[in-house]
């Protein structure tokens, strides 16, 4: 269960990226905000996690998350750069979010 909580968070912080880019430098009101519940909420959930977890492989999950996810969105619908590089790189953070998942560091 707590695994889960770090994934979930880890796909409310793709969303707070995500909406923090949208919102211009906190200048937009509806990305500000949603950015505030996605973060409050991502935080919120990594910190229910870290109650059952070690602190390392969670955190490295829950940026690894964010950060491919991020990655995927903007490629997807903010028109980022694609290359192979990129792709290549991000499936090696989702190999090694794996990784951690697998490793069994909870206690």
């Keep these: ?45 990594l910190t229910l996690s870290l109650k059952k977890l070690d602190v390392g492989p969670a955190y490295a999950v829950w940026t690894g998350i964010g950060a491919a996810g991020t990655a995927i969105y903007g490629m997807i619908f903010l028109d980022d750069l694609v290359s192979t590089l990129k792709i290549v790189s991000i499936s090696f953070v989702i190999i090694g979010v794996i990784g951690l998942q697998l490793s069994g560091s909870s206690h």
């Design 1 to 45: 269960m707590a695994w889960l909580l770090v994934v979930v968070a880890g796909f409310l912080e793709t969303g707070f990226a995500v909406c923090l880019k949208l919102s211009h430098g906190f200048t937009r009101l509806w990305p500000t905000i949603a950015f505030c519940v996605f973060a409050l909420g991502s935080f919120g959930l």
